[in-house]
Structure formats: C-alpha cells, structure tokens
C-alpha cells in the first residue's frame, strides 16, 4: 500500500484568516500555545521576524499590530473532517492521523484514475479552495509519510514526490530525531545516546541486539512506533466515513432581526444540503435550523415536510413558511442546519396524462403544516363507538390511520355538523323525526342514555336534539 | 334611387352578428358538474361550473346547505379525490361522507386571519378538487383574487357564509338559501355569462332513511314518548 500524507501546518491560522481577513484585510497574525509560544504565524508575520517557538512577548515586541489566536485541537479536528469529507469525493480511504495530517490510500485509487497527475490534480483542486498550506509526501509507511510531509516545504510538487517514492527511506533517513513525532525526553534520552539522525536509529533497529537493548532502555512504546514508522508493522487507522447526519453552519458578518431576512443565509445552507443528499441519494423530512445569539444561547426552529425532499427550493419555500411564524427572541448572529435520519430515495412516477400538474398532496400538507401549525391540517378517524360524538375524531393528516375509516352510517340518522357540545334547546321547536335511543357506555363513567330526535325550529334549521334522563332538551347537532 | 331592402330574418341578423344571445355567447364555461338536483341541473344549464368560486348565502347553518353539495363533491372527487374544509363552524361529521370521501378530506383549522392563505395554498396547490370553505367575511379584491385562482387551478371553491349585506361580488356563481317547510328555495341572483334566475325551491331530500317508519301520530291521543328510568329497564 502507498500512502499520501496531507499535513496543514497552519490550518487554524489558515481557516481564520479566510474568514476574516476578508472584512478586515491582513494583518500580522499568529496562533499561541498554552505555554504562550508561537506556532502558527502568518505571512506578516514572519516578515516582522517572528519565528515558531517564540515566545509571545517577543512576537509583539518585533509586530505591531498583532492578532493573537490560541490554538484549538478541537477547531483542527473539526476542520479536518470537513477537509476529508470534501475530499471524500475524489478518494476512498481517508484516514485523520493527528490533528494536522489527513492520510489518502493511494494504491487502489491509481487503478481509477490510471495515474497519480490525474488523482492528485482532484485533490488538489479541493485543497486549493480552502486555501490552505499543504505540505505532502508518498511513503508505503503512514508514519514515515507524515513525518516527511512535516518537514518538506509547503506546497512542494507532489507528482515528483510520487515518482520518487521509491526513495523514501533515505528520505526518512534524512530526518533529525527532533522532527519525530516521540516525547521531549525520549528525544533527550537519544540524544544522550548520541543518536541525532533518524539513519543512526534505522541502523539499530537491523540489530536485533540493540535493538533489544533500545527498548530495554527507552520503552516499548518507541519501538512500536520505529516498526511503524519504518513499515514493518501496520499502523491502525480509522478510515474516515461521511457522518449519517447533514450539519451545516454559517456565520453572519451582521445581526439579523427579522426572521424573513434569515431567508438568503439560509439558502446557502439548504444549498449545501441540497448537493450533500445528492451525492448520497437521500432524502430528509426533517430540518433542524438553530439561530445562533450572541451570548451563546440558540433558538432552534424545527420543520418538517409531508414527505422527504432533496430540492433546495421546496425546503426554502417550507422554511419561509416556517420562519413567518417564528419571532426572534434575540439578535441572530449564525445559523446552523441539522439534518439527521436520511432517508432512501423513493422514485416517484408521474401520472403521463395528468391534465393538471400541481404539488403532491403530501406536499400540500407539509405547506399548511408550516404555515399555520402542525396540528391544524387533520383528517377523519371514524371510531367504533356508539356515543355519536366519540364516534369520530380527528387526528393529524399525516399519521397513518390506524384502522380503515369505515363507517356505514347510511342506515342511521346523524348530523354534519357536531356542537362541541351539547347546548340547552332553548327555542321552540317541531320533532320530524325520531325518537333513536343510544344507551351505551354504562360500563364507563360517561354513561349515555338519550332519546334523539329531528327537529326543525322557526328559522327552519334542521337540528338534532336530545332528550337525557333527566328529561331535559339538548340541541346536539345540525344537518347542514 | 335607393332600394327598400326586405326586413331580415332574426336567423339572417344572427348570421350576420347583429344580435347576440347571452345564452350561447361561447364565453360560458362549457364544463358543468351535474350538482345531483335535477331541477338545479335544469336551472343552471347543466349544473355547477367545474371551477370557480360558488357563494352561498344563508341565514343561519342548518338548512341543508352540505346536502346541496354533496352530490357534487362526490363527482368531483372521482376527478380529483383530495378535497378540503376550511373555516368549519362546528365540528365537521364524516356520517355524510362516503368512506372514500372520508379517507381524502382534509380539515384545516386556521385563524381568521390565515383563512384567505390557507386557501390560497389549497388552490395554489392544484391537487384539490373541490374546497368547502366557511367565510367569515370576504372583501371584493379577495374574492376577485380567489376567483382568479379557483379558476386556474380548475378547483371548485363552495362558498358559505351568513347572509349580509353584499355589494357585487365578482364570482361564478352566487346564490342565497332559505329554508322553507317545503324544502329549500333557492335564488341565483348572480351568473357569470349568464342572467340570474328567479327564486324556485328545491325538494331536499330528508336528511334521514326513507325506509324509517314516520311515528304514526293519533289524532287527540297522547303522543308524548315517556322516557323509562334506568330501574324500569331490566338489565
């Protein structure tokens, strides 16, 4: 197996500034770590003279204007996972082997693309639109690919690199101990040894002698990591795999107030969505959009559609619905979007001869639904029961029915129209009809025992009333 | 020297486009919906136009305006089945219904003021045939712009509202119901292409099973039914 290693030496400072030298325009910039030296700098920077290692107060002594940021391992991790992910396409195995270094299995994508120009040129074409420094290197060992990544130039020309990839030992051998990826003291310790070049060590390691005495002496560990690093063992990797679930998130470079100008933000979002599903042949029914505030604090706004969507423009036009409805509480200063239980592609056939073409009814539904509410679009569910108002009810139009909504109800009388319930009849009034007694539900507490009648009053409006035990009148319902 | 001319025919003047009858201009929709009343049918020239908005007024719920429409909906739930209620005064009954009528009606309860958009959405949609809609108010621009719509979108809209006072309306079909001991009389004052009608009264059918036996009641006897206490029924 051959192994290109990708490693982002700045990829903190680089992603910040991006982002916000844009508005801003560049200034001298650096990235600090917890003991406050330098480690990433930008271009301005080391024009002042500030070198990595240094320690901050220097650095502000020698640039002025300086923007410090402090190193995040997290925000790396995170960057490089959307780095794999969009590199996911051109390359199958991808694995994050450090917070810097993305590995690329190369072996099996040569037989794709035919040669390494072709491959490298689609990653690069990624890479290159984070702008981001890459420093690159081809080893049959992972360890000994990163190690001579870290300490190439940036950007060096990786095609020369393929076609010298034969020599990557001596290359390896060239290294100082200092540039391997082993603990302060165990550098120390080598050094003591009088071991200074990785060639030294990679000569005692053929020793089966010394070899013994190395890890008597410095650990286990170091061994471990020298056979990996020479490729004598296998170094285990977790293979990247594209997350199940769609997050997407945008930072505002202004407050937003008003709901309906999250819209354009948002289309960008639904846009990403929209090529995120395509790649993968899903689709999703639910969106989770969360309005970032400026104290940290978000307000999340859910949607959901009738039926799982993939286009960019349905999901706008729901979630402009949506957004209609909501009230901010506070300012909005980023938008996430979150999509998780994808769903498989359905196909869906076209009725050739449909005089008309108009919106599926289930999307007709998820329209309201956004617009007035989610219980407010609801269908009959007929129910067995005798009492005449538990005899249906509604439910949301979305659900599945349980049970078929069968109701014969041609042989006995009931009105369209149901009073939410029943009114003292409080006018005079002409039976046409009846009686029809419904005596059920003795075994509940809502015990039902009336006499029901047709009846017309003077507007001539065709009522259904009842008479309880108590021989009181109630007006219960009307045929409209 | 001019020539007398002979008088022309009423056939030669129609030929010649002089007179023109409202009845057959070509502007009426040629689609009709049989409203399943023949005396309706007859009425309106084949029975209710396939699409537009037909207002009906009433002064109060309850006089047999669904059944009216029933007949209808029904045929036009063969063309397209989902149907739509809006703006219902009380709970809607699916007893009426026929069960695959049931199975494609939706409920929308929306507030007042979201009425007109729901609305709007349904016909936008084109996927309704028809759309029940209970108005609690309508401004001649609204219904201008529904009309327009209803139109495009070949979706029939039933218009009920309590009877006000109107200033003209520009919809298909506008009709005012009153309940009368005999049935339901009906006045079309309003006809798009057409002239209004004089009022005439429906024969409704009953909203119950011809097959029930009517109570026969005794002349001078006491027709009142006691009703049992639960100790005199032996369970």
Redesign the interface.
């Known amino acids: 197996m051959l192994w290109l290693a990708l490693t982002f030496p700045q990829l903190q400072l680089d992603s910040l500034a991006a982002v916000e030298e844009a508005k801003e325009g560049s200034i001298a910039r650096v990235i600090i770590d917890k003991q406050q030296k330098i480690i990433q700098k930008n271009v301005l920077a080391a024009d002042s003279g500030i070198q990595a290692g240094m320690k901050l107060g220097t650095a502000a002594a020698l640039a002025d204007p300086l923007t410090v940021h402090v190193y995040e391992e997290s925000f790396e991790l995170q960057r490089l996972q959307e780095l794999a992910q969009a590199c996911y396409e051109h390359s199958a195995d991808i694995a994050l082997i450090s917070s810097d270094t993305l590995v690329f299995e190369v072996s099996s994508m040569l037989q794709l693309y035919g040669d390494f120009p072709t491959y490298w040129q689609a990653l690069s074409e990624v890479i290159a639109s984070q702008s981001l420094t890459v420093q690159g290197a081809i080893a049959p060992s992972v360890l000994a690919a990163r190690e001579i990544a870290r300490s190439t130039g940036p950007n060096s020309n990786m095609t020369s690199q393929f076609e010298g990839r034969d020599s990557w030992l001596s290359a390896l051998k060239r290294l100082s101990i200092a540039q391997l990826d082993i603990p302060f003291a165990t550098q120390k310790q080598l050094e003591h040894l009088g071991l200074k070049r990785v060639e030294q060590l990679h000569e005692l390691c053929q020793h089966t002698q010394a070899r013994k005495e190395l890890g008597v002496r410095l650990g286990r560990e170091l061994l471990l990591y020298l056979d990996r690093l020479f490729g004598e063992v296998a170094y285990p990797l977790n293979y990247f795999r594209p997350p199940e679930q769609f997050t997407c998130s945008i930072l505002l470079d202004h407050e937003i107030q008003s709901s309906v100008s999250l819209l354009f933000p948002l289309k960008r979002l639904l846009q990403a969505l929209q090529t995120y599903l395509q790649s993968r042949t899903k689709r999703v029914q639910k969106l989770c959009l969360s309005l970032q505030q400026r104290d940290g604090r978000e307000q999340r706004v859910d949607s959901s559609s009738a039926e799982p969507l993939r286009d960019s423009q349905s999901w706008l036009s729901l979630m402009q619905l949506r957004l209609e409805r909501v009230e901010l509480e506070a300012p909005v200063l980023g938008l996430r979007l979150e999509a998780s239980d994808l769903l498989e592609e359905t196909q869906q056939t076209q009725d050739l001869f449909e005089p008309?073409?108009?919106?599926?009814?289930e999307?007709?539904?998820s329209?309201?639904q956004a617009?007035?509410g989610e219980?407010?679009?609801?269908?009959?569910q007929?129910q067995e029961d005798h009492r005449p108002e538990y005899a249906?009810s509604?439910q949301c139009?979305l659900k599945q029915?349980e049970k078929p909504?069968?109701?014969d109800?041609?042989?006995?009388?009931?009105?369209?129209?149901?009073?939410?319930s029943p009114q003292p009849l409080l006018e005079n009034i002409q039976l046409i009809?009846?009686?029809e007694r419904i005596q059920s539900a003795w075994w509940t507490d809502q015990v039902i025992?009336r006499?029901y009648f047709?009846a017309r009053n003077l507007?001539?409006?065709?009522?259904w009333v009842f008479?309880d035990?108590q021989?009181q009148w109630y007006v219960h319902?009307?045929?409209? | 020297m001019s020539s007398v001319s002979a008088p022309l025919s009423l056939q030669q003047l129609k030929e010649k486009q002089l007179v023109w009858s409202g009845r057959h201009s070509g502007l009426r929709q040629q689609a009709c919906i049989p409203s399943g009343y023949r005396l309706l049918d007859q009425a309106l020239d084949g029975g209710w136009p396939r699409s537009g908005v037909v207002d009906i007024e009433t002064?109060?719920?309850?006089?047999?305006?669904?059944?009216l429409l029933l007949p209808a909906l029904e045929s036009l739930a063969q063309m397209r089945p989902?149907q739509a209620w809006l703006g219902?005064?009380?709970?809607?009954?699916?007893?009426?219904f026929r069960?695959a009528n049931?199975?494609r009606?939706?409920?929308?309860?929306?507030?007042d003021k979201?009425q007109h958009?729901?609305l709007e959405?349904?016909l936008?949609?084109?996927?309704?045939s028809a759309v029940v809609f209970w108005s609690k108010g309508i401004s001649p621009a609204q219904a201008k712009r529904l009309q327009v719509v209803a139109l495009e979108?070949?979706t029939l809209v039933f218009m009920i509202r309590t009877a006000e006072a109107q200033i003209s309306l520009p919809l298909s079909l506008r009709m005012r119901l009153?309940?009368?001991?005999e049935g339901l009389q009906l006045n079309i004052f309003k006809r798009q292409h057409a002239w209004p009608l004089s009022p005439f009264v429906l024969d409704m059918p009953?909203?119950?099973?011809k097959?029930?036996v009517?109570?026969e009641l005794i002349e001078g006897g006491d027709n009142i039914?006691r009703?049992p206490?639960?100790s005199e029924m032996s369970l």
Not at chain 1, 477 to 480: P, R
Not at chain 2, 105 to 111: K, P
């Open positions: 008309v073409a108009g919106l599926a009814p999307q007709l539904v329209r309201l617009g007035l219980s407010s679009v609801r269908r009959f007929v249906f509604e139009a029915a909504n069968v109701c109800c041609s042989l006995s009388v009931r009105p369209s129209l149901f009073l939410d009809h009846g009686p025992c006499d047709v507007d001539q409006q065709t009522l008479r035990e021989q319902g009307l045929f409209a | 002064k109060c719920f309850g006089v047999g305006e669904l059944r989902l219902m005064p009380a709970r809607l009954a699916p007893f009426p069960p049931i199975e009606s939706l409920l929308i309860h929306a507030e979201k958009w729901a959405q349904l936008a949609s084109r996927c309704c979108s070949q009153e309940a009368m001991e009953l909203p119950y099973p097959s029930m009517e109570p039914l009703f206490s639960l």
